[in-house]
């Protein structure tokens, strides 16, 4: 069964980028069901995570390898799985973009365009949440697009916009930031419907 991973770059587990991400990718199932081809969804947390940049040794360039052996390793496998259909970054804005752990993930990931670009037509949609209503959450939309871009992954919105973006400090917990939920919910869906469409 196709899958389609969701990597929260948030540092704190349990807090609204999780929260977030667990709504689009129940929003993935409940589509891709409903067009009666079900996907599989797995989140995978960075909290916690020992991700180091990048060091541009090379040795990617000998195959699917990393030579720092760190937490990413663990990850090397999830992301090399063949069932593979799309990807959801969901990450906080840091300083009006992703966080570092985003940053660091992305550029780890650089070893599978180093082996045959093989994230090519892999669906990309992006989650992002700000303390701040207008915090930078598309700039950080945009950020990441262009890692996806240069893996010449296949980009989806939220049908309307460029993604999720949500404001955690809502007056009344970002749970009740609908507008935001929704674009979470809608990324999604769009998602799913490409992922459906491509078989
Ligand atoms: C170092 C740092 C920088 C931040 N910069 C921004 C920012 O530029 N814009 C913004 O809207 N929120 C900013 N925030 C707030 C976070 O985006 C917000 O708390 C978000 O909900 C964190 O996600 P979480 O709930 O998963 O922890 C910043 C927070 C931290 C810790």
Redesign the pocket.
Known sequence: MSKILGV?A???KD?????LLGECLAEIQNTSTKLTKPLKTELLSLAGKQINGCIACGKCKKGVLCSQKDDFQEIIPILSDPELRGIVMAT??????MTAQAKAFLDRTVLFRRNDFLFKNIIGGVLT?????????ELTIQAVHAAMLIHDMILVGDGLHFGGTA???HPDG?EADETGVETARLTGKRLAEVAVLMG
């Open positions: 929260a948030s540092p704190r807090k609204s980028t999780h929260f906080p804005v840091y300083m009006g973009s949440v700000g303390g701040s209503r207008n915090g930078g959450q404001w955690s400090n970002y």
